[in-house]
């Protein structure tokens, strides 16, 4: 069965990095579009970065752009989202996602707050 594992999250101050990763099983990761998604406190869900199979295409969203970086280690089936610059409003939890057949996976989430 389809499994998305997030870490790497945790307490930061702004300006601060983290990187967070997403170790997938179950299905053919390489052949795959990856998304990172977040859900700040009492917000939707929203898109952060997608990643197409191979890696050549890259979406992010407005409000990331120019610092986060989403990327993908076919061989070790993991996708990775390097965040940059942190902002308070940032703070959510980061979730990974594949859409197969017409079907949403999601992993089980990893908070990431920026605060001083």
């Known amino acids: 069965q389809v499994q998305l594992v997030e870490s790497g999250g945790g307490l930061v101050q702004p300006g601060g990095s983290l990187r967070l990763s997403c170790a997938a099983s179950?299905?053919?990761?390489?052949?795959?579009?990856m998304t990172w998604y977040r859900q700040p406190p009492g917000k939707e869900r929203e898109l952060v970065a997608t990643?197409?199979?191979?890696?050549?295409?890259?979406n992010y969203a407005d409000s990331v752009k120019g610092r986060f970086t989403i990327s993908r280690d076919n061989a070790k089936k993991t996708s990775y989202l390097q965040m940059n610059s942190l902002k308070p409003d940032d703070t959510a939890v980061y979730y990974c996602?594949?859409?197969?057949?017409?079907?949403?996976?999601w992993g089980q989430g990893t908070q990431v707050t920026v605060s001083s």
């Open positions: 990643i197409s199979a191979g890696g050549g295409y890259r």
């Open positions: 996602n594949v859409n197969r057949y017409g079907t949403d996976y």
């Open positions: 179950g299905f053919t990761f390489s052949v795959n579009t």
